[in-house]
């Protein structure tokens, strides 16, 4: 088998070895991460924008948080959680101890409402360790301060050809 087949078929095993692990640890995570969320910032109707992210440790890989927080083990129960409805915005790196990890948010029901599209920067002094996951659920109770450019339901069609500043540019 040349060495990309090879990669390949170890990469899947791999990850299809991480099913049952996922399924046992993703929705106790994703309870306990929604649960801390409702419990801090004034229960679910006065959270109104979320996003997810993750880093994993320099031992780790990627996919180890991708198997956590991408699959509806986690992801799915954490917009039900939390009475969503839009995608959950994300952030995932691989990182040594005390990485900052920025993590986009946007309104849970509404995803085309820029008013709400923000970060929300984590940090974990020791963490995580190079076989360690920090997982970070965030949330905001509303929009951006002093937010006022609008929503995407309501901009017009725009083409560079269509904007003078740009002619110069796109010519």
């Excluded at 924008?49 to 699959?71: P, R, Y």
């Excluded at 951006?144 to 017009?156: M, N, S, V, W």
Aim: some cysteine; charged content about 25%.
């Amino acid at each position: 088998m040349p060495d990309d087949e090879q990669h390949e078929e170890q990469h899947r095993r791999e990850v299809h070895g991480l099913e049952h692990e996922v399924q046992r640890v993703a929705p106790a995570l994703a309870r306990t991460l929604t649960d801390a969320l409702i419990d801090v910032l004034g229960g679910v109707t006065a959270i109104r924008a979320f996003g997810k992210g993750a880093i994993v440790g320099t031992g780790g890989e990627i996919e180890h948080a991708a198997a956590l927080i991408h699959t509806p083990f986690f992801g799915n129960l954490f917009r039900e959680f939390l009475d969503g409805e839009s995608i959950i915005c994300f952030a995932d790196t691989r990182a040594e101890a005390g990485a900052s990890l920025v993590v986009p948010v946007w309104h849970k029901t509404v995803a085309a409402t820029r008013d709400y599209y923000q970060t929300i920067t984590a940090r974990v002094a020791d963490g995580p360790r190079p076989d360690e996951i920090v997982v970070v659920a965030a949330a905001s109770t509303g929009p951006r301060p002093r937010a006022r450019i609008g929503d995407r339901t309501t901009d017009p069609v725009v083409h560079a050809q269509d904007i003078e500043i740009l002619q110069g540019v796109t010519a």
